[in-house]
């Protein structure tokens, strides 16, 4: 992040390789179970630690598997890992566009329990 920029309120987990497309900018939808209300600037954070940060544009859906697998270029998944990540249920598009990848991953300590979101405004501080 360029040095006196502030952070971004929010980040939000993704597994790998999913994380690393998303910072360099190969892959432009995020698939999840629900929709989101949040918009604008947020920080991607990995197992590696929050390595960059995208835009959030807009949410699309519900999506069925079948409907989401004329637009693999755009979200990169695999329709085995899609079949089993949606567990029968419609899924969502976060549409994400302006990647910012980082030089180095921060570190960042991710909460217990399934959380999504992680406050990025108050690290180191």
Do not use: C, N
């Not at 947020?42 to 699309?60: A, D, K, N, Q, Y």
């Not at 004329?70 to 976060?94: C, I, M, N, S």
Request: hydrophobic fraction near 40%; proline fraction near 10%.
């Amino acid at each position: 992040m360029a040095e006196g920029v502030r952070p971004p309120r929010l980040g939000f987990f993704v597994r790998e390789p999913y994380a690393s497309q998303i910072v360099a900018g190969l892959k432009t939808w995020e698939i999840r179970r629900y929709p989101t209300e949040i918009r604008g600037r947020v920080g991607v954070v990995s197992s590696r630690g929050w390595i960059g940060t995208v835009v959030i544009r807009e949410v699309l859906g519900p999506f069925s598997l079948e409907e989401l697998a004329a637009h693999q270029g755009k979200h990169r998944a695999d329709p085995e890992f899609l079949r089993a990540y949606a567990r029968g249920k419609p899924l969502y598009v976060w549409v994400l566009s302006d990647p910012e990848e980082f030089a180095e991953p921060i570190p960042v300590q991710r909460p217990r329990g399934p959380a999504v979101w992680v406050r990025l405004d108050r690290l180191g501080g």
